[in-house]
């Protein structure tokens, strides 16, 4: 079987597992799980043997004309090459580890069918979108997702939080997505195709007339899918979602797709210094703000959720630097362990009842509890605050080098003011970044007070004699598998040059020395901080409100939506921390605020007198046309009685008078 036809299965086979799993998710629900699972296994392998065959060689490139248009032609095509094959195996990986742990965590949620078809088709479009030649095609990927995500985050749609999340992802991705589509037109009007290949040509020879209004409109839609500021507001808001669906889309679709895209396009956007420096500002402004809002966050998943925005926020400054080496090279190093950080932190709300840190502060032993969790979340906070020799390590020091080299003018890519930018936020980012980590680490499992509540009932057994409470084996088991590139992912860095076209991506000793020791700072202060405050403050004795603990996982997180937070906790060392910048951080710094006030209102108020003059100005004419025409009937209608002598005095009268008003006219004219 050829490369081409492997590459073609990749996204086929979940797109062929998602119709027929809506087709028999009610008549044959026991083909579900499978049909969920081995399609999405079966495109991981695949998709490992695309990489293999490609090797980080010479470009895979093959198309057939979809429709003439008369004017640019579309076509289905393919363009495999090592960034390509590389972010498919992350997607493909990632995606058949939450269908596998999602067969645990939803195992009773009666809309799993159609849960589990969503997540093979997100996962399609996703790899449309990797392996993808010609930008309409891709673009067809992209709305899908967005679709996608819509149905997803709203899967508990009888709680308002899920359903207001999913409508806001929808909108505020959408409001990215208008100028992106007109700009993919402008791309396409310069370069004369929307084959990628044929772009990039177009590129090189000089051939795009308007390279900053193309890059800053293509720009807009992917600050809006990969949740880059201003267009962040929408990822926090949709942790109301079921956290397999979280994972996959912090870790290896829709917020990827944007950085995949940029990196795809990358000189297009380098053609353009204007817009290589707001890019630069803009991933600045997202790394050090998400980072420090998580830092005041108390829900677990939004914590991990504004990390996603800061890491991306890295992704973007490499590509801000003319670095996409860089930028992918972290892109698969983040989608591991961010993936390993969201499932483990379902199998901790599963344990704790909540997804409130607070409330996990005043529990202890869930480490005890839950093992497998409480390591591989470990593991995957170390990778997360960049400590070698975790993945998260190279993968951000490679960022942290591109930055320095354009900074001292080794690039030319990039304005050298960008690299300045991206490297002191960058910089700034890993010490919060190490502070946060931390933090979750010893709110979540470290807590004092009564005991983690118990598991369900079922596992009674297992409970004799003091053995650690399991969760499935479908949840544990892919929790240990994402640990292994989380761990060892980064030790590949010097078999890599060949799939990040040829860059090396190894740390410098000064970038390595500065971030790690930023990152080391910043544990060191969390972590004193939290032991004196925790020394001062006293053991919290009751429970927290918890959501039933013999539910399974995906009906615990439902409640937990609906349980009120604890109150402040003194002993929470990102308060003290951040001081007067607490509330602004935990509320994302007002933006919502600042949207509801600056577009929301208008837009309501313009609404509001849009209805007032079609009810009260338009309607009225309508009205009053219809009540003239009734009342002209009425008068007729009066004239209808039946009478056949009234008829014919009516029609002699009538007779009479036109015979006068004949013989005055006739007189008249005479006598002019």
Known sequence: MTTTTLAVLVPLLPFLGSAAGLLLGRTAPGFVRPLAVLPTLAAAVLAVLVAARQGGGKAIDASTQLTPTGSV??????????????????????????QIYSTGYLREDPRYPSYAALVSLFTSAMLVVVYSGDLMVLLVGWEVMGICSYFLVGHYWETPEARSASLKAFLVT????????????????????????????????????????????????????????????????????????????????????????????????????????????????????SALAALAQDDIKRVLAYSTIGQLGYMAGALAVGDRGAAVFHLVSHGAFKALLFLAAGVVIHAAGTNSLTAMSRMSGLARRIPDAYWTMTVALLALAAIPPFAGFFSKEAVLVAAEHTALGERDVAPAGAGWIVLVAGLLTALLTAAYALRLWLRTFRGRGAEAPDLPQALDSVRAGGTPIRQPIAMTSVLWVLAIPSLGFGLTVTYLDDWFDGHPLTPTLTTAVLGTGLAAAGAAVTYAVWRTLAARTPVTVPVPHVAHPDAEAGQVEAEALHLPHPAEDPADPGRALLGPLHGPAADGFHLDAVYRTAF?????????????????????????????????????????????????????????????????????????
């Open 174 to 289: 959408k409001l990215g997505d208008v100028p992106f589509l007109i700009g993919l037109f402008a791309l396409a009007t310069d370069a004369g195709t929307f084959q990628i290949t044929g772009v990039l040509g177009a590129v090189a020879h000089g051939g795009l007339d308007h390279p900053t209004l193309i890059a800053l409109l293509l720009l807009a839609g992917v600050a809006g899918k990969s949740a880059q500021f201003p267009l962040h507001t929408w990822l926090p808001d949709a942790m109301a979602g079921p956290t397999p669906v979280s994972a996959l889309i912090h870790a290896a679709t829709m917020v990827a797709a944007g950085i995949y895209f940029l990196a795809r396009l990358l000189p297009v956007f380098a053609a353009s210094a204007a817009a290589m420096t707001v890019l630069a500002v803009m991933a600045a402004v997202t790394m050090v703000g």
């Open 600 to 672: 929301v209102r208008p837009v309501l108020a313009a609404a509001s007198l849009v209805r007032f003059l079609d009810r009260e100005v338009v309607d009225t004419y309508v009205r009053a046309a219809g009540d003239s025409a009734k009342g002209l009937g009425w008068l007729v209608r009066r004239a209808q009685t039946g009478n056949v002598q009234t008829y014919l005095s009516a029609l002699l009268a009538g007779s009479v008078v036109l015979a006068i008003v004949a013989v005055a006219l006739a007189n008249a004219a005479a006598g002019a």
């Open 73 to 98: 032609p579309i076509d289905l095509s393919l363009h495999i090459d090592g960034f390509a094959a590389l972010a498919a195996v992350l997607v493909g990986v990632v995606a058949t580890c939450v």
